[in-house]
């Protein structure tokens, strides 16, 4: 494809998907129009659909004696990666971990240098294993000590290891790529591979370079095993327990579908935003929606436009995205600008829409604002407590919705009780419920119609409908949101490097 084709597709899908948004948004289009690439086979990269691993992975299960090196922080993906290999496939696993990159220049001299085993056990005991691969590590450990896995590590510490090779029993593969999630899926790396079968020179010769290497390394098995062992401490249920509640609140699981840094050149997002983003991509993958009700000024526009990317990115990773996935329906001027802001920083096509259209149906633009609405396969809805009035238009505009995933944002989720617990159930979807919360409200929702004036619920049914709400609600105070700036308030600051929090509130009666 030419550059003046290239330039038209930019030119028509800017026109047609971002139209709204600055020219941070229109670079991310275009850096995503780029074809003119070599052979993915030859020069494995993360761009677009293009994944290193998918020529990587595929070509060490196949292989019978395969040697990867790599820098050890990539420990973690190596044992998801070898714990689901089929037994006895491959036959011997060889892995020869390196170093990591270390500043040109020093900033401080030990007497005593640490050896490799010892920077590995440090990083490792500090950052932990995942939750979720301990099984797997304890299927590595077995694999270690039946040497069907042999680890070696180079103790030269004047030439540190910090190559990146797999090889192959058909190719040879070399780059930057690290065996990881981020080189193997994320970051833009440089990799060539080598065919034994079109380029048998080139692949020898890497070949003889990673076993050159390897024959430099000591055995790591034991040491390895001692320190998996040790990462896989036994601990009561209670604090496992405990600590699998903190990793989900804190959010740290979710960094990787967090887009920062990408877009624009806003600041980081505070610690508070991204655990929130973190709960609320846990509620919408095990509800399908989510209400966000943190208190006013937490900053939940510029947190709910990285929520929708996350959200956005999830949907085009199942193959199951259509044209017009993400609209905010939301009040107009300063607020729609500041979502459209904020949507720019991200990378995030999003259709704004105003909530007066939505309450003229004799207007022009209805139709078609009420199309974009029904079609819509992410719905998000600002100041949601607008819209708990049944009666009113817009409310009924978006009962009628097709969307696979609902955000809803509001600072006050509750304002009449019982009534706006339904609506809201409504609004995000009664799908979402569970079959006994499903009857409890369709009951509700019975007597509410025979009797709206004398509507009486019981102490268990308000109970139990908080209950429910409270598994698709994010719900931050005040004083929440302060206690967690105190505990890191150099990360809470605005564009001009101000602190931020709520200020003490001292009421008085006058």
Known sequence: MGKEDNKKRIESFTATQLGIFDEEVIRYAEINQLTDWPDHSRFPLNFDSRKVESIILDELKQSHNPLIITGFTSLDYLIDFVADLPDNTPETISILLGSEPTPARRSHYRLEKKTLPQEVADYWLEAGIALYLCHKVMIFIEMLKERRVMARFISDQKHKLHAKIYLGDHSASLGSSNFSYTGFRKQFEANA???????PKRY???????????????????????????????????????????????????????????????NELWPSQKAGIAQALWMVENVGSVLVADATGSGKTRMGAYLLRAIMDRIWSTGRARKDITVMVCPPNIVRDSWEKEAGECGLPLETLSHGILSRQTSDKFTHTLNLVRRAQSLAVDEAHNFLNLQSARTRSLLGNMADVMVMFTATPINKGVGDLLRIVDLLGADNLEDSSLKLFEQLERRSRKNKKQFVTTKEERLAMQREVQRFTLRRTKSMLNRMVKEQPLLYRDERGLACRYPKHTPRIY
């Not at 070949?207 to 990462?231: F, P, R, V």
């Not at 209670?238 to 990408?262: D, F, M, S, V």
Request: proline share 0%; glycine share 8%; net charge negative.
């Open 193 to 199: 591979r080598f065919d034994s079968s079109k380029e």
């Open 204 to 266: 020898r010769e890497v070949k003889q370079i990673a076993e050159n290497y390897w024959s430099l390394g000591e055995d790591y098995n034991e040491q390895l095993i001692d320190l998996l062992n040790q990462l896989l401490k036994l601990v009561s249920w209670e604090e496992a327990l405990a600590r699998a509640c903190g990793e989900l609140l804190e959010g740290e699981w979710a960094q990787q579908y967090i887009k920062t840094g990408n877009f624009g050149y806003g």
